[in-house]
């Protein structure tokens, strides 16, 4: 794993948009794997900002995002769609039948998990962005989930609804249940971008890098990739060996 240690957010924000920038540049229907959560929304203003600015086209770039929630439609704020229209999406030249997410509202869970890994299959990332939970959570991969799998529905875990009902006007509002890609078919795209802010992260942080594989901390996975980068600021890497 390749690990850069920035100063602050806004130096994680420039150096994730280099990174990210590189790829479409280098090829104009790029693939990329999107995520949502507080962490990637600066590098999602360096990319709105730098397609106005410099023209950098993304007309023939195919997003697809990790996860939604369940039971939201994509007109709810809450919903993951809704969140990277109104933070990327919808400010960029994308196309919006290029832009893949779970659908939400399927009422067969099971067909929808199937078309999504169809879509994922189709669809070779050249580069998966993530964030990571403070359990070690990868998309809404929780802790125990095999490796091997690939997109299910999850229950999400108490702490995982407690972080996420900020952004919520109440704890209960929280779906209790998302879909998500596995660690399956996160490990398929071809580089990895994981961004970790903030001293919550430092002992996940930690454990990805130094600690065990093991499913028990789903982000450890990485240490397999061949080509991870991550990139954390100085509180988030706080807990690494020097
Ligand atoms: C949610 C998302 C994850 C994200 C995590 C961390 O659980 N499903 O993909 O990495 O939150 O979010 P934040 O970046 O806001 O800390």
């Known amino acids: 794993m390749k690990i850069i240690i920035t100063k602050d957010y806004e130096e994680l924000s420039r150096k994730a948009f280099e990174v990210m920038i590189d790829v479409v540049r280098n090829n104009p229907n790029a693939v990329l794997g999107l995520a949502t959560g507080s962490t990637p929304i600066g590098l999602y203003d360096l990319m709105v900002e730098d397609h106005v600015k410099n023209g950098t086209s993304y007309a023939g770039v195919r997003t697809v995002n990790l996860d939604e929630y369940a039971g939201l439609s994509p007109q709810n ?49 050249d580069i998966q962005l993530l964030g990571i939970g403070a359990n070690g959570h990868i998309a809404f991969n929780e802790p125990n989930t095999p490796f091997e799998t690939q997109t299910h529905v999850v229950a999400l875990t108490e702490n995982t609804i407690k972080m996420n009902s900020r952004f919520f006007k109440d704890e209960n509002e929280v779906p209790r249940r998302a879909f998500t890609m596995g660690p399956k078919n996160i490990m398929d ?34 240490q397999r990739h061949a080509d991870c980068i991550l990139i954390a600021d100085a509180p988030a890497a706080s807990l690494l060996k020097k």
């Open 77 to 125: 704020d809450q919903s993951y769609r809704y969140f990277m229209k109104k933070h990327l999406l919808d400010r960029i030249d994308v196309l919006p039948e290029n832009t893949y997410i779970e659908n939400g509202l399927a009422k067969d869970e099971a067909a929808e998990c199937a078309r999504y890994n169809d879509v994922l299959s189709r669809l070779p990332r």
């Open 189 to 222: 795209a071809k580089k990895i971008l994981l961004l970790a802010t903030g001293a919550n992260k430092a002992e996940a942080v930690r454990g990805m890098v130094e600690g065990d594989i093991t499913p028990a901390l789903p982000a450890s996975i990485l």
